[in-house]
C-alpha cells in the first residue's frame, strides 16, 4: 500500500522549456504532498508543501513563480518547471503523507531527472 | 541554524557483520525521527520512526536508538546481506513543521560477501 507515482523519470529539455511533472498517490488519497529536489551526494532539500485545494507553501528562498505547483485532487500534485535553465537541472522527488497525524512517514515517488540543455 | 550530521565516508562492511550510522544534529528540538534507505535513481523508502520519549525501536534486523540529551541517533543494520546496500538518510520532524521533514545527507552502506 501507500504507492506513489512521479512521471516522467526522466526529462531532457533545451533551455527556455517549461516542463510539467506529476505525483499521483495509487492506492490512497493525499491531502499533503511534498516536493524536494536533491543534488548529487546531497540532503533532500523541501522545495514545497502542497496540501489540496490551497496554495502551495515555498520554502525560503525557493522562487514560487518558477516552480509552480498546484494540488487540484486528493491524487495528483503537479510541480511545473517554468523556463527551465540548466541551473535548474536536478533530481526532483515528491513525497505524499497517508493521514493527518504529523508524526507519520512520508511515501515517496521514484523521482524525475531533469536535464536542461 | 539548524543542521543534521551524517558521516559522509561511505561505511565498507563485511556480510553477516552490524553496520552502525549515525546521525547527529544542533539546533533543533525534533518530537521524532525516521530512518530511510534510498538507491541510486530512486525515491527513499521509509523504514523505523522513533519518537523523541522512546529509546529504542526494533523491526526485523533494523534498531534504531535515540538520545535527546546527546542529540544523536543510531541506525544498527544486523547480520547485513549485500541487498542492505543503499544510502540511509535520516529525517527530523516535529514542532511547529507540521509533517515536514528535515533530511540529512546520507551515508551509503556496502556490504561485500
Known amino acids: 500500500g501507500a504507492v506513489v507515482s512521479q512521471h516522467p523519470s526522466w526529462v531532457i529539455c533545451k533551455s527556455g522549456t517549461s516542463v510539467k511533472i506529476e505525483c499521483r498517490s495509487l492506492?490512497?488519497?493525499?491531502?499533503?504532498m511534498f516536493w524536494y529536489r536533491q543534488f548529487p551526494k546531497q540532503s533532500l532539500m523541501l522545495m514545497a508543501t502542497s496540501n489540496e485545494g490551497s496554495k502551495a507553501t515555498y520554502e525560503q528562498g525557493v522562487e514560487k513563480d518558477k516552480f509552480l505547483i498546484n494540488h487540484a485532487s486528493l491524487t495528483l500534485s503537479t510541480l511545473t518547471v517554468t523556463s527551465a535553465h540548466p541551473e535548474d537541472s536536478s533530481f526532483y522527488i515528491c513525497?505524499?503523507?497517508?493521514?493527518?497525524?504529523?508524526?507519520?512517514?512520508?511515501?515517496f515517488g521514484d523521482g524525475t531527472r531533469l536535464s536542461i540543455l | 541554524s539548524q543542521k543534521i550530521e551524517q558521516n559522509s565516508e561511505a561505511l565498507n562492511i563485511q556480510e553477516g557483520k552490524t553496520a552502525t550510522l549515525t546521525c547527529n544534529y544542533t539546533?533543533?528540538?525534533?518530537?521524532?525521527l525516521q530512518w530511510y534507505r534510498q538507491d541510486p535513481g530512486r525515491g527513499p523508502v521509509f523504514l523505523l520512526l522513533?519518537?523523541?520519549?522512546?529509546k529504542e525501536k526494533r523491526k526485523e534486523r533494523l534498531k534504531v536508538t535515540f538520545d535527546t540529551t546527546l542529540k544523536q541517533s543510531l541506525f544498527h543494520i544486523t547480520a547485513s546481506q549485500p541487498a542492505d546496500s543503499a544510502t540511509y538518510l535520516c529525517a527530523l520532524g516535529g514542532g511547529d513543521s507540521w509533517g515536514k521533514l528535515q533530511f540529512g545527507a546520507g551515508t551509503q552502506v556496502v556490504v561485500t560477501p
Open positions: 492506492d490512497f488519497q493525499a491531502t499533503t
Open positions: 522513533i519518537r523523541e520519549n522512546e
Open positions: 513525497s505524499a503523507l497517508t493521514g493527518k497525524g504529523h508524526n507519520q512517514p512520508q511515501h
Open positions: 539546533n533543533y528540538s525534533p518530537a521524532y
